[in-house]
């Protein structure tokens, strides 16, 4: 059986005949009694801080627990954030290596296309010329032919200074 503080100041104890002081073993247990309840009381206390602070404590590891994980989540979506960035980096810089490689054909194309317009041109231009002699040298001779037939030769002669014409002079001017 556990004694309590009330058991102590209800505590009997046989008489004898050279016993004890009565009042004095009283006092001796109220004293006790007093004690006693105190350090069941402090005894209490402190089970009671225990016990709230086993609850804490389990708290506080389920905190501990749910942060770990917490920050074991964050360190792997960070990781595949990383990853998945890098990923993303070489797709892109693949992209542009290929429309770069792109543009530089089409550019090269368009560089030929223009080489060959350029011939071309410098052909026609070289055609027109030759006609527009062509058509300067017949009308040359056909101004020469025209003023010979009616007028005098002395007049003719003048008039041939005058006609004297320079076909390349003429194509020069008109280009």
Same mark, same amino acid.
């Given at each position: 059986?556990?004694?309590?503080?009330?058991?102590?100041?209800?505590?009997?104890?046989?008489?004898?005949?050279?016993?004890?002081?009565?009042?004095?073993?009283?006092?001796?247990?109220?004293?006790?009694?007093?004690?006693?309840?105190?350090?069941?009381?402090?005894? /209490?206390?402190? !089970?009671? &801080?225990? *016990?709230?602070? =086993?609850?804490? %404590?389990?708290?506080? @590891?389920?905190?501990?627990?749910?942060?770990?994980?917490?920050?074991?989540?964050?360190?792997?979506?960070?990781?595949?954030?990383?990853?998945?960035?890098?990923?993303?980096?070489?797709?892109?810089?693949?992209?542009?290596?290929?429309?770069?490689?792109?543009?530089? /054909?089409?550019? !090269?194309? &368009?560089? *030929?296309?223009? =080489?060959?317009? %350029?011939?071309?041109? @410098?052909?026609?231009?070289?055609?027109?010329?030759?006609?527009?002699?062509?058509?300067?040298?017949?009308?040359?001779?056909?101004?020469?032919?025209?003023?010979?037939?009616?007028?005098?030769?002395?007049?003719?002669?003048?008039?041939?200074?005058?006609?004297?014409?320079?076909?390349?002079?003429?194509?020069?001017?008109?280009?």
């Amino acid at each position: 059986m556990r004694i309590t503080p009330l058991n102590i100041k209800k505590q009997e104890f046989n008489k004898s005949f050279r016993g004890y002081d009565k009042d004095e073993v009283h006092d001796f247990l109220d004293k006790l009694a007093t004690e006693y309840e105190e350090v069941v009381r402090e005894n /209490e206390r402190f !089970r009671k &801080e225990l *016990e709230e602070a =086993k609850v804490q %404590l389990a708290e506080f @590891k389920r905190i501990e627990k749910n942060l770990q994980e917490t920050l074991l989540r964050a360190q792997e979506s960070s990781s595949k954030a990383v990853e998945s960035a890098k990923r993303q980096t070489a797709l892109m810089l693949k992209e542009a290596e290929i429309k770069a490689d792109q543009m530089m /054909e089409k550019a !090269r194309g &368009e560089a *030929e296309r223009l =080489k060959s317009s %350029l011939v071309k041109l @410098k052909e026609e231009r070289g055609l027109i010329i030759a006609k527009l002699k062509s058509i300067i040298a017949s009308q040359s001779t056909l101004l020469d032919v025209s003023f010979g037939k009616g007028e005098e030769k002395k007049e003719e002669e003048n008039d041939k200074e005058d006609l004297n014409i320079d076909i390349n002079d003429i194509v020069d001017k008109l280009l």
